[in-house]
């Protein structure tokens, strides 16, 4: 996948708008009953439908999801997934609140959950990694875990979602989004994002033409958006 910046994502809004019509519909209802269950829904609506619009681009074989807790953003993915009439979806979290709350039509033939901790399960990954999805513990440490053992297997291009990096403009010391972005910036590597933290003027703007296209009632009730964007070099 070619690097990901704004006149990308605002591409694929345009070239998928019907389809994401119909998944937030989808989303709309799975919210109500997830909310109703006591579930937790990590992503906001601008980087979940981010992440679908990415997967549908990127067509990809096998998904890695690191952390899934309750499983709305396991149910994006796979509704993407679904979309595009291909692809596997590999999850791994320490608690299994997603098995029971996905819904099995989304889940049958396309999701492996793994229980357990992610960093003593690299033999269960797949062969390639097609995009890779890291929402689990927010901590320095474990940043350098997966900066270490899992992104260099991924091949040049590959794309890559990180939540929670930018609930503020720069994230705090020793914190994972600190290590991610210093990493990234070593190695010159540019990201992406929509959080208003951080890219008020990017935030306003997709917004905009959101309201435009007609999706500009709420799903989710967060506003931060804080996820980063990025492809492996």
């Known amino acids: 996948m070619r690097e990901i910046t704004f006149a990308l994502v605002s591409e694929l809004y345009e070239d998928h708008l019907d389809d994401l019509r119909v998944v937030r519909k989808e989303q709309r209802e799975l919210y109500t009953d997830h909310r109703q269950a006591g579930g937790k829904a990590q992503l906001d609506d601008l980087e979940a439908e981010i992440t679908y619009l990415l997967l549908r681009a990127a067509r990809p074989r096998n998904v890695v999801e690191i952390g899934c807790l309750h499983g709305w953003s396991t149910s994006w993915i796979l509704r993407a997934l679904r979309d595009n009439g291909r692809g596997t979806l590999h999850s791994f979290d320490r608690v299994d609140a997603a098995t029971r709350r996905v819904p099995p039509e989304l889940s049958a033939d396309r999701w492996r959950f793994t229980h357990g901790d992610v960093r003593t399960r690299l033999r269960e990954f797949p062969d390639a990694i097609d995009y890779l999805f890291v929402d689990a513990a927010h ?92 492809t492996s070099a």
Do not use: Q
């Open 139 to 230: 901590t320095s440490r474990f940043a350098r875990w997966y900066l270490r053992a899992v992104l260099p297997t991924l091949a040049p291009g590959t794309p890559v979602s990180v939540h929670d990096v930018h609930h503020r403009a720069n994230p705090l010391p020793f914190s994972e989004g600190r290590v991610l972005l210093e990493w990234l910036g070593a190695r010159g590597h540019s990201s992406f994002t929509t959080a208003a933290a951080k890219s008020p003027a990017v935030c306003a703007e997709l917004e905009r033409r959101r309201t435009n296209w007609g999706l500009a009632e709420p799903i989710h009730t967060g506003r931060d958006n804080p996820m980063v964007f990025f």
